[in-house]
């Protein structure tokens, strides 16, 4: 499967960094690495929908992502569940609704969403 292939060449990423480089990584990177390491694995609580939703995400340009354009991930089962998962983990952050800032319109990069932001 499509979902798996990306799932697979981030676990091997991880693994292989953890292996050869984990020297090279803080405390902190290093902790990181091993909480996506064992997402990657999981069969549980989301977490290998969670790697396979920050696999998907490593691939786009910007930086700030609305939850409701990944729906079109077809291979993660509960987009919202699997965003918590990621959230609960540090490995995604939230932005509150209200908290727009000047770096987040400029990582909005089509009209439809800075109109939706500006009118909410």
Same mark, same amino acid.
């Given at each position: ?34 909480? =996506?390491?064992?997402?990657a ?7 290998? %929908?969670? =790697? ?14 609305? @939850? ?9 089962? %509960?987009i919202?569940?699997? @965003? ?8 995604? =952050?939230?932005?509150?609704q209200? %908290? ?10 089509? /009209? ?7 009118? /909410?």
């Amino acid at each position: 499967k499509k979902a798996d292939f990306y799932l697979n060449i981030v676990s091997e990423i991880l693994d292989f960094s953890i292996a050869k480089y984990a020297h090279l990584f803080d405390a902190t990177e290093l902790q990181q690495l091993q909480t =996506m390491q064992q997402l990657a694995t999981s069969c549980d609580g989301g977490g290998s %929908d969670g =790697m396979r939703l920050l696999s998907r995400l490593l691939l786009r340009t910007t930086q700030w992502f609305r @939850v409701a354009s990944l729906s079109s991930y077809a291979e993660i089962a %509960d987009i919202d569940t699997t @965003v918590r998962v990621l959230q609960t983990h540090g490995i995604l =952050m939230a932005s509150q609704q209200g %908290d727009i800032t000047r770096e987040l319109l400029q990582c909005v990069h089509h /009209k439809p969403s800075i109109i939706a932001l500006a009118t /909410k």
